[in-house]
C-alpha cells in the first residue's frame, strides 16, 4: 500500500505525519510556521517526516493539506482587491447587511436586473452599466457576483460572469456556485469572501505543489474543507471560501480516526486559539447557521465549532486589582519569552538580567519586539511607519522602542498587520520552568517569570517573585479558562433551555461549586456527562488537570500533537449539491437548475428530475475530486399545507451527497 502524507499548518507550527494502509502513522514532525511564506514551513516539515521516516518518495500515493491561511486571513482584514457586482438589490443593502464593512473600501456597484422568488426576470439585466463599470482599471484581483433569487435563476449571475471574465480576464466568483439557499446579501458575503481569498490560496497551492515537486513527490494534492472533507487542489483554488475552519476540521477527523469515539467533546489546544467541537454517531456537527469566521456569518457549511483565544502562546495578563490579584490569558497570541530566547539568545538574556538588577518593575519588563522580513509594508500611516523604522531588524526591548504611551497603538496596528511580532510571558514559557517541555529555552522563561512575578496587586505586594508559583498559577489559569470553554460548548449543544447564555452557565456560582464538589448542607456535583479528546502538542501537559476538573474522562491519543495532520490525509471526498422545487401556481411544479427553471406537472416527477440532476452533478464532482468507490445518498425536505381539506404542496429541497475515498496514485 502507498503511503499518505498529510499536513497542516498552524498558528505556531507545520505538522506532517506518514501513514501507511490508512492504519498506522509510521513518522511525524514538526517545523516552526513561517507567516511570510507558508510553503517554506511545509517544505521544512516534510523534508523533517520524510529523513525521520527513512521512507521513500516514490512510495507516496496522496498528499493533503488543511490550513488556517483562509480563517487567519479573513479574521485579519487580509487578502486581494476585489469587485461587488449586485444584481437588483438596493444601493442601501450594502450597509444593512454589513457588506460595506466586509468591503472595507473596496469597489462595489449595484446594477438593475434580478428575479422574483418564482424564477421569473424582475428587471432586465443592465449590461451596458456593467460594462461601462468594468472598463476603469481598479486594480481588482478578482470580482464578486450577486444577483437577486439567483439560487431560483442564476441567468444574471452567469451573464455578469462571462462579461467580466471577457472584458478583464480576472476570476469570478458567483453566489449561487457557493449556496443554494436563499438570502442574497449573505451569499454575497460568502462569494465576496471568497473572491478576496481566491489569489492567496492560488498561491498557497502552488507552492505547495512546488515544494512538493522539489523533494521528489508525484502525487495528487488534496485539500481538507470546512467540513473536514477533502476536495482537490483545483476545487480549492476554486472556491477557497470552503477552506476556512479547515485545520479545526482536519482535527475533528483526525480524532475520530485515532480513538474510535462515537460521542465526544473534542478540544484542540494551539498556540493561539483552543477550539471545542463535537462528535455525534462519529461525525464532527455541521453549524447550521454556516461557518462563522470573525466578524462574518457564511453560508459556507462547516464543522460547528467554539473557537476561544486561549493556547500556549497566549499572552499572560496580571490582575493587579484586589488584594490578592492573579492572571488572566489571551485572547492575543505573543511570541514565548523562551522562544524567543532561542532565536536571540544574547539580546533576550543580557536585557532579562538588566531588569532583574533594576530596583524598578517596568511596565514593559520581558517583553520584546522584532520585525517580520518579507512583508509588504505599503499604506501605513506616518507615526506606525515611523515605530517600524525604528524596530528595525533584530530582537529589541518594548520598552526601548516605544518613547511615549500613544505609540502603544500604533504598535498594535503593527501587529495586526502582521508586519510585527511580540514577545511575552505565556503558558509555553510556565511549562518550561515547571520542566514539562524543553524544546525552547527554559532559563529565560524562568527570568521572565521572576519579572512577571515582581508587578504588585492592590495590595500594593509582589504578585509572586517565585518563578515555579508563577508558572503554576498560570497552569492553573489555563485549566480553568479550558474548562469553561468545554462547559460553554456542552451548554451551547443541550437540549434543555437553562434560561441564561451558555457562558452565563459555564460560570454560575452553582456550577462552579459543583465542579469544586461542595458539601455543606446541600451537596453539590457538576462535571460532563461525555468523554473530552484532547488534542494538540500541549494536550498531555495540560489537560489531565482539565479532566480532573471537570470530573469527565480525558481521551489523549498517542499522536494528540499531529492530529490535525492526520485528519488531514484520513478523510474522505464528499461532495453535497443542494437545490429547490417550488410551486409557483396550482399543478405547476418548478425545478431551479443552471440552466434555468424547468416546469412538470407532478410534484414527485419534478423532484424525480431535480434528484437526478444533482446526483449527476455531485458524482462528476466527486470524481474530478478524485474519489473512488462512490457512494451518493440523497435527503429530500418537503414543506407542505393543509387547504380545505387537502394536502397543498409548497416547497421541497432535495440535498444529494456523493462519498468516496481519494485515488491513491500507484
Not at 108 to 116: A, D, E, L, W
Not at 205 to 229: F, N, S, T
Request: charged share 25%; aromatic share 4%; net charge negative.
Amino acid at each position: 500500500m502507498a503511503l499518505l502524507l498529510g499536513v497542516d499548518t498552524g498558528g505556531t507550527y507545520t505538522d506532517a505525519v506518514l501513514i501507511r494502509d490508512e492504519r498506522d502513522v509510521i513518522a511525524s514532525a514538526k517545523s516552526l510556521t513561517t507567516r511570510h511564506d507558508l510553503a517554506e514551513g511545509i517544505g521544512k516539515a516534510i523534508a523533517a517526516v520524510l529523513e525521520s521516516s527513512g521512507a521513500d518518495v516514490s512510495e507516496i500515493g496522496m498528499a493533503s493539506l488543511s490550513t488556517t491561511l483562509a480563517t487567519n486571513a479573513l479574521v485579519e482584514g487580509q487578502g486581494g482587491r476585489v469587485g461587488l457586482v449586485y444584481i437588483g438589490f438596493r444601493e442601501q443593502d450594502l450597509l444593512a447587511h454589513g457588506l460595506n464593512d466586509a468591503l472595507g473600501g473596496d469597489p462595489s456597484v449595484v446594477i438593475s436586473g434580478g428575479h422574483n422568488h418564482a424564477g421569473g426576470e424582475a428587471k432586465p439585466f443592465d449590461e451596458g452599466a456593467l460594462s461601462v463599470w468594468l472598463e476603469t482599471d481598479q486594480g481588482i484581483s478578482a470580482y464578486a457576483v450577486a444577483s437577486q433569487f439567483a439560487t431560483r435563476n442564476p441567468a444574471h449571475e452567469l451573464a455578469a460572469s462571462e462579461i467580466i471574465a471577457e472584458l478583464t480576464g480576472r476570476p469570478v466568483s458567483c453566489s449561487h456556485h457557493l449556496s443554494a439557499k436563499l438570502n442574497g446579501p449573505k451569499r454575497a458575503l460568502t462569494a465576496l469572501l471568497n473572491a478576496r481569498l481566491i489569489g492567496m490560496i492560488a498561491r498557497l497551492i502552488e507552492k505547495a505543489e512546488g515544494k512538493l515537486v522539489e523533494l521528489g513527490i508525484d502525487a495528487p494534492l488534496m485539500v481538507v474543507r470546512g467540513d473536514g472533507a477533502l476536495i482537490s487542489a483545483e476545487q480549492a483554488r476554486y472556491r477557497p471560501i470552503e477552506t476556512i475552519l479547515s485545520g479545526p476540521a482536519a482535527s475533528i477527523v483526525g480524532a475520530r480516526w485515532m480513538t474510535g469515539a462515537e460521542h465526544a467533546l473534542v478540544s484542540d489546544i494551539g498556540g493561539t486559539t483552543t477550539d471545542v467541537a463535537v462528535l455525534r454517531g462519529g461525525k464532527p456537527a455541521i453549524d447550521p447557521a454556516g461557518a462563522q469566521v470573525g466578524p462574518w456569518r457564511t453560508m459556507v457549511e462547516a464543522v460547528a465549532m467554539r473557537t476561544s483565544g486561549l493556547g500556549g502562546d497566549s499572552e499572560v495578563h496580571v490582575i493587579d486589582e484586589g488584594l490578592v490579584g492573579g492572571v488572566t490569558l489571551g485572547p492575543r497570541r505573543v511570541v514565548p519569552v523562551s522562544l524567543m530566547a532561542l532565536e536571540a539568545p544574547g539580546v533576550v538574556h543580557q536585557v532579562l538580567d538588566e531588569q532583574l538588577r533594576s530596583d524598578a518593575v517596568g511596565e514593559y519588563d520581558a517583553r520584546f519586539v522584532r520585525a517580520v522580513p518579507g512583508i509588504d509594508a505599503g499604506g501605513l500611516q506616518p507615526k506606525d511607519a515611523i515605530l517600524l523604522e525604528r524596530i528595525g531588524e533584530g530582537v529589541k526591548p518594548v520598552g526601548k522602542v516605544l518613547r511615549t504611551r500613544l505609540e502603544t497603538s500604533a504598535l498594535k496596528r503593527l501587529v495586526n498587520r502582521g508586519l510585527v511580532q511580540v514577545a511575552g510571558v505565556t503558558p509555553s514559557d510556565a511549562s518550561h520552568v515547571m520542566g514539562r517541555l524543553e524544546a525552547w529555552d527554559a532559563k529565560a522563561a524562568e527570568k521572565a517569570m521572576e519579572l512577571l512575578g515582581r508587578k504588585r496587586t492592590g495590595s500594593g505586594n509582589m504578585l509572586n517573585p517565585d518563578s515555579m508559583v508563577m508558572a503554576q498559577m498560570i497552569v492553573d489559569q489555563l485549566t480553568q479558562q479550558t474548562s469553561l470553554a468545554l462547559l460553554e460548548a456542552a451548554f451551547d449543544e443541550e437540549e434543555v433551555d437553562f434560561g441564561m447564555p451558555p457562558g452565563q452557565l459555564a460560570r454560575h456560582v452553582l456550577m462552579q461549586r459543583g465542579l469544586d464538589h461542595h458539601r455543606g448542607l446541600v451537596r453539590i456535583e457538576a462535571g460532563l456527562n461525555v468523554p473530552v479528546i484532547g488534542l494538540g502538542a500541549s494536550a498531555s501537559s495540560y489537560y489531565p488537570a482539565v479532566g480532573d476538573r471537570l470530573s469527565c474522562q480525558m481521551t489523549l491519543p498517542e499522536h494528540a500533537g499531529v492530529a490535525n495532520a492526520i485528519g488531514a490525509v484520513v478523510g474522505r471526498v464528499t461532495i453535497r449539491r443542494s437545490g429547490t422545487v417550488t410551486s409557483p401556481a396550482e399543478g405547476r411544479f418548478r425545478v431551479h437548475l443552471d440552466s434555468g427553471p424547468e416546469d412538470y406537472t407532478e410534484a414527485d416527477t419534478a423532484m424525480a428530475a431535480l434528484r437526478a440532476v444533482l446526483e449527476r452533478d455531485a458524482r462528476a464532482e466527486a470524481e474530478r475530486a478524485g474519489a473512488e468507490d462512490i457512494h451518493v445518498s440523497f435527503e429530500r425536505d418537503v414543506k407542505s399545507a393543509e387547504a380545505e381539506a387537502r394536502e397543498v404542496f409548497l416547497e421541497a429541497e432535495i440535498t444529494v451527497e456523493a462519498s468516496g475515498r481519494p485515488r491513491i496514485a500507484g
